[in-house]
């Protein structure tokens, strides 16, 4: 995969959590930007290291999928990106008032529960960078960075913009797996 390739990857993997971040930024008052850069970076650190996991789970896998591997990368993508899609056009308001709940309690334990569910699906992703040959270092740090800095522009931004662009950057997201997916199968079957 090229730089621009993981670049959009990246960016991808981390629109779900800027969409909760958005909603989160809602229910704040205000939020200082240290404290918007600590979850960020929370959530940052969670989102590089589940890549990694996956990586290394597809990586032992390779040696018995190797002749279809891009097949799995495409399924998973595709399976990822219609998730996010169908996610994002669940009803807003519902998921605005459940960070709102969330992020009444403030605590470590709630913000890391909420950093792993929003990058179990970077774990499957892990796993279909391990199928493509990607350098994993490179790409589990460039989606913990674009995730960083999306969890924390979203919470400074959140009261400003609303849940809706939120949703649409989720949507985004899933548009953007579903063409790497498309375009891995498409680089190994015209080989």
């Known amino acids: 995969m090229s730089f621009w390739t993981i670049l959009l990857?990246?960016?991808?993997m981390s629109t779900d959590a800027f969409a909760?971040?958005?909603?989160?930024?809602?229910?704040?008052?205000?939020i200082p930007f240290i404290d918007?850069?600590?979850?960020?970076?929370?959530?940052?650190?969670?989102?590089a290291i589940t890549p990694l996991l996956g990586w290394l789970i597809g990586y032992i896998a390779l040696q018995y999928i190797e002749q279809w591997d891009h097949w799995v990368v495409?399924?998973?993508?595709?399976f990822l990106g219609l998730?996010?899609?169908?996610?994002?056009?669940?009803?807003?308001?519902?998921n605005c008032q459940e960070?709102?709940?969330a992020s009444s309690k403030k605590s470590f334990l709630m913000l890391v529960f909420t950093a792993i569910s929003t990058s179990i699906d970077a774990f499957a992703v892990g796993v279909g960078l391990a199928l493509a040959?990607?350098?994993?270092?490179f790409a589990s740090t460039m989606i913990g960075i674009a995730t960083c800095l999306m969890v924390t522009f979203g919470l400074?931004?959140?009261?400003k913009m609303g849940c809706l662009i939120g949703k649409r950057a989720e949507f985004l997201g899933g548009l953007v797996l579903i063409m790497i997916g498309t375009i891995t199968l498409y680089q190994h079957l015209s080989n």
Not at 83 to 94: A, E, P, V
Not at 133 to 137: L, Q, T
Not at 156 to 159: H, P, S, Y
């Open 9 to 12: 990857l990246a960016l991808a």
């Open 156 to 159: 400074l931004l959140g009261n």
């Open 133 to 137: 040959s990607v350098n994993i270092c």
């Open 36 to 47: 918007a850069l600590k979850v960020g970076i929370l959530f940052g650190v969670v989102e």
């Open 83 to 94: 998730n996010m899609i169908y996610n994002s056009f669940k009803q807003t308001d519902d």
């Open 74 to 78: 495409f399924g998973v993508m595709l």
């Open 99 to 101: 960070n709102e709940v």
């Open 20 to 30: 909760v971040a958005i909603c989160r930024g809602i229910s704040l008052k205000s």
